[in-house]
């Protein structure tokens, strides 16, 4: 009789925890969800991904991964439902054009440091975040820009994505359901891109506006080129060289979602989709370093740490450099 008892307790605690758990979450991370229908589906994919929260850590724990995962604000997005998807992604492919293919950066093996940073170099940024709109590539564009200011003129100088999201339409862009680096840079070779202050982010797609300060301000792209498909020697000697490069990387495996701290190493990340674009800003002797764009509660402070060597998640399948003028 006891035994029963000692059962039907534990089976309650354990219920009780559970929706604690889901209480926290939602308050920790302000969730607010438009129906209860919305809730409970919420609800399962966090359950779900909580299950492998555990199972992942337990095993890093034995040394089985590199990395920890976290139950962090993503964790209650269903990847698979297109309109929550959005805000995790917003890549579409480049063609690798053999004109565009422009990789000779010259430099001397011997100047190529083991290990580089340029956070501590001094470009340090804000936390960022795309919110619902699938603008990757602004932002690693935008970002990209910043840092070649940065190298060129030691300052930070905020650019604006939101004008790549509405403006780089006419060169093939899909506002917030997307867009591609190629199509991206070749607009800035166009156009200038302008501070956020004078054009801010909203993180939806609006009509293009200010026409008139084009070119007059802002920062413009005197060249950009593609790096070597699966290079990574080239990767490495290209942000030693020129600077946080701007890469194309698959981000979707739901461990990627979760990641957390250490380095990010999942076998199943392979190149065989790229749908994401993140900034590349440095590397160690084992991982390079990758800024996202899911806000600082996201990896270490918004950054990766993803294993060199393999091209693991496709990281120097679509790799690009961009020069300003
Ligand atoms: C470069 O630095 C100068 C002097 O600090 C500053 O006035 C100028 O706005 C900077 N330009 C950019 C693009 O940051
Ligand atoms: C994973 O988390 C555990 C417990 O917090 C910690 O001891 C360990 O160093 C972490 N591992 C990595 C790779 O970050």
């Keep these: 009789m006891n035994c029963v008892i000692i059962v039907v307790f534990v089976h309650f ?25 919305e809730e409970l589906r919420r609800k399962s994919t966090f359950e779900k991904n909580k299950q492998l929260v555990l199972e992942h850590n337990d095993a890093a724990a034995e040394g089985i991964h590199s990395y920890n995962l976290t139950l962090n604000h993503l964790a209650d ?7 929550l998807a959005r805000g995790l992604s917003g890549l579409l492919g480049s063609r690798h054009l053999p004109k565009e293919l422009k990789h000779r950066l010259e430099a001397p093996e011997e100047e190529i440091p083991e290990e580089l940073d340029w ?49 780089s339409v006419l060169f093939g862009n899909l506002g917030c359901r997307g867009g591609s680096l190629r199509n991206t840079a070749k607009y800035l070779q166009r156009y200038h891109l302008l501070t956020r202050d ?7 797609q609006s009509l293009c ?20 498909y699966g290079d990574e020697v080239a990767l490495k000697k290209a942000v030693a060289t020129v600077g946080p490069l701007a890469v194309s990387v698959n981000a979707n495996p739901d461990t990627f979602q979760l990641y957390h701290s ?64």
């Excluded at 997005?77 to 309109?83: L, Q, W, Y």
């Excluded at 506006?209 to 802002?218: M, P, S, W």
């Excluded at 190493?265 to 749908?275: E, F, I, P, Y």
């Design 77 to 83: 997005v269903d990847k698979s439902r297109p309109h």
């Design 262 to 325: 250490g380095v990010y190493d999942d076998r199943s990340c392979d190149g065989s989709t790229l749908n994401h674009a993140m900034l590349l800003v440095g590397y160690t002797k084992h991982s390079w370093i990758l800024q996202n764009w899911w806000t600082s509660t996201w990896g270490q402070g918004g950054f990766m740490h993803l294993k060199r060597g393999h091209n693991r998640c496709g990281v120097a399948s679509y790799a690009v450099y961009l020069k300003i003028e």
């Design 209 to 228: 506006r200010l026409q008139a300060l084009y070119n007059t301000e802002g920062v413009g792209v005197k060249t950009w080129g593609v790096l070597p």
């Design 119 to 167: 956070r501590e170099r001094g470009f340090r940024t804000r936390s960022l975040d795309q919110a619902d709109c699938g603008s990757c590539y602004a932002f690693t564009v935008a970002m990209a820009l910043e840092a070649q200011v940065f190298k060129k003129n030691g300052t930070l100088y905020e650019l604006s994505e939101q004008q790549l999201i509405d403006c």
């Design 13 to 37: 605690v354990s219920c009780d925890l559970i929706d604690h758990h889901w209480e926290d979450f939602k308050k920790k991370h302000g969730k607010d969800f438009i129906s209860q229908t």
């Design 198 to 204: 004078k054009y801010p982010y909203k993180g939806k």
